[in-house]
């Protein structure tokens, strides 16, 4: 069995003990994706969580305008793999994320690349700084929950 996601070794131990290689049921990041369709969300009946206030909430996969192929794939990998779960031990991170979306607005990110010209060549290297993580698709391999931030960022 190889790790399903490279940098996590919590994640990695995680997983149950099926074994999980070339199994054609599931989703692999690194194969295949979950792209802009499928995507985290977090569910909550408490509005101070979306401040960053509250860590009283689910983080939860969903998706639209997916082929129902995909979407039982997503569905399989999130049971066998417990990707919910294990997304869930991670509240805190997205608690800050919330936080830091709701103070570090767009005109304040327009501010700083107004600010610093030479040390940001776009709003892009401005949030992928403000929050350690890579937050273009290309480059959501390459950093422990990048696509967890992309999605709560990105959320409405």
Same mark, same amino acid.
């Given at each position: ?10 994640? @990695? ?9 070339? %199994?054609? &049921?599931?989703?692999?990041?690194? =194969? /295949?994706? #979950? ?29 639209? @305008? ?9 569905? %399989?990998? &999130?049971?066998?793999?417990?990707? =919910? /779960?294990? #997304? ?49 698709? /290309? ?18």
């Amino acid at each position: 069995m190889y790790n399903l996601i490279a940098y996590c070794p919590v994640c @990695n131990n995680a997983k149950n003990a099926e074994d999980t290689f070339d %199994n054609k &049921s599931l989703l692999y990041p690194f =194969e /295949e994706e #979950y792209g802009y369709d499928i995507f985290f969300e977090i569910e909550t009946d408490e509005q101070l969580c979306y401040l960053g206030l509250s860590n009283d909430f689910n983080i939860k996969i969903k998706s639209k @305008n997916v082929e129902e192929d995909l979407k039982q794939k997503v569905q %399989n990998s &999130s049971k066998i793999l417990h990707i =919910e /779960e294990l #997304y869930n031990l991670h509240n805190d991170y997205v608690s800050k994320l919330l936080r830091s979306k709701y103070i570090f607005t767009d005109e304040y990110c327009q501010s700083l690349l107004d600010t610093y010209p030479d040390w940001f060549f776009d709003m892009n290297e401005v949030k992928n700084q403000l929050y350690f993580n890579s937050l273009q698709k /290309e480059e959501w391999g390459e950093q422990i929950l990048s696509k967890l931030t992309y999605d709560i960022l990105n959320s409405e």
